[in-house]
């Protein structure tokens, strides 16, 4: 038991430092305790395997929770379509300070205003430009491997009820 | 007096033609005039039309290499050509107004684009992608103009059923377009086409 409670802190830790998707990865384990199945399936080695279904993109517009603070909001919404290039960022025809009040949507976060020595610059830094490189449509998807990741929260809600650190 | 005089002789040939269009005929009927007149103009009409729609086909429009190897390329991956339901537009679909009167101005327009190519105006990747900007602005003025009409050919407002769209798309739709403070292409540019730079563009970065 403090085994795995001192392992599912690391992940909490780890993740809170920005590192989740590898801790993650390495934390899956079938519901036995291993893998029951290769990510491929059944599949021989020397075989390709079939590929998997594409999945529809949720699309509710509603915003979804935060795994860590510093996580990058998820994009609930599709962006099929949507060009983000030299030419236009279709994303920030809505998410743009300045179109905010009629698109109602959230205004890109201030922090895409800074330079990477922290500067804060008038408009959108072009490190920050190219959306998809942080934020991300969902799908419904069953993920391949089960994801034992508990957020931050719920450890603190653990350690004051008088669980243990360990 | 000797310049009408110049005239005279300058179309001297065209004397002979004159006389005889302006003569009553000496060997057909009157009836045999009227009937053949009026079955010649089906004939011509028919043929006049049946160009006319010969041209406004996409295989047409594609077979220039300006339009095939850009344009049409890009449409291939847009909800335009592949989608769920197998329904696609075609190149006049949205680029050729369908009421008669208009599409004869556009294609008037169109012999521009003719020459356009005769001449190689954007026969390269690099010149079509320099005058994209003012290609992409006179569609978006059209369509700005007749409040978007082709794109209303298919996508009518009144049939629109906001509860099978995303909240998102209900949304914005209940909000400028029902109300009429927006036309399609406000916010719809870049759907079929990729876009060009849109410094300056209203509601872009």
Redesign the interface.
């Known amino acids: 038991m403090s085994r795995l409670l001192r392992s599912l802190l690391r992940v909490a830790l780890a993740s809170s430092l920005g590192l989740a998707a590898p801790v993650a990865m390495s934390q899956s384990a079938g519901p036995d305790g291993g893998l029951s199945l290769p990510l491929r399936g059944p599949t021989p080695v020397a075989d390709p395997a079939p590929a998997p279904r594409i999945q529809p993109i949720r ?4 915003r979804e929770t935060r795994n860590y603070p510093e996580q990058p909001p998820v994009i609930p ?2 962006i ?2 949507y ?1 983000i290039d ?5 994303c ?2 809505c998410h ?1 300070r300045s ?1 905010i009040r009629e ?2 949507a959230p205004m890109i976060s201030i922090t895409h205003f800074m330079d990477r020595e922290g500067q804060f610059l008038a ?2 830094s072009p490190r920050r430009f190219f959306c998809t490189e942080c934020h991300v449509s969902q799908t419904d998807a069953k993920p391949p491997v089960a994801n034992s990741f508990i957020d931050i929260d719920s450890l603190i809600t653990h350690l004051k009820a008088g669980g243990s650190a360990k | 007096m000797s310049l009408l005089g110049a005239l005279a002789n300058r179309f001297a040939w065209a004397r002979p033609i004159w006389t005889t269009i302006s003569r009553p005929s000496v060997y057909f009927s009157f009836g045999a005039l009227v009937l053949g007149g009026f079955v010649a103009g089906i004939v011509f009409w028919g043929a006049f039309n049946t160009a006319l729609e010969a041209t406004n086909t996409e295989k047409f429009c594609t077979s220039c290499h300006e339009m095939h190897s850009n344009v049409f390329e890009e449409l291939k991956s847009t909800i335009h050509f592949s989608n769920r339901s197998g329904v696609r537009a075609s190149c006049p679909d949205c680029h050729v107004p369908h009421n008669w009167t208009d599409k004869i101005a556009r294609k008037m327009q169109a012999s521009k684009e003719v020459w356009g190519h005769l001449f190689g105006t954007i026969g390269t990747r690099e010149k079509f992608l320099d005058h994209r900007f003012a290609l992409a602005s006179h569609e978006w003025a059209r369509m700005k103009a007749n409040d978007s009409l082709e794109c209303r050919n298919c996508h009518s407002a009144q049939s629109m059923d906001t509860t099978k769209q995303s909240p998102r798309a209900a949304e914005a739709h209940e909000r400028f377009l029902f109300t009429g403070q927006k036309t399609c292409i406000d916010c719809h540019k870049g759907i079929a086409h990729k876009l060009p730079d849109m410094k300056g563009v209203e509601g872009w970065q």
């Open positions: 699309n509710t517009a509603a919404h599709t099929e379509g060009q030299l030419n236009g960022n279709k920030l025809s743009a179109r698109s109602q408009t959108v």
